[in-house]
């Protein structure tokens, strides 16, 4: 299992850029935009492991894991 497994990633459509756009919370922002949703989430996947081999190769922490809290069934 790849340790960015352990993180939420969204992709959603935002108005103001006119793209969807993809971030991990607690790893990285906003940070992959485009027209396709699928190609989107494909990207953000690549920069999350990126991200979190950078935090590891710096001898940084890496942040609690967010999947696997349940957190679409607490949306209100």
Not at 19 to 42: K, L, N, R, W
Not at 50 to 59: C, P, Q, T, V, Y
Request: proline share 8%; net charge negative; charged share 25%.
């Amino acid at each position: 299992m790849k340790e960015s497994t352990r993180y939420i990633k969204l992709v959603e459509w935002s108005d103001e850029d006119q793209s969807f756009v993809g971030q991990c919370p607690g790893i990285i922002g906003p940070c992959c935009h485009g027209d396709d949703e699928a190609q989107v989430y494909v990207e953000l996947c690549t920069t999350v492991d990126e991200w979190i081999a950078l935090m590891k190769r710096d001898g940084r922490p890496l942040p609690p894991p967010t999947a696997g809290r349940n957190l679409a069934e607490n949306i209100a």
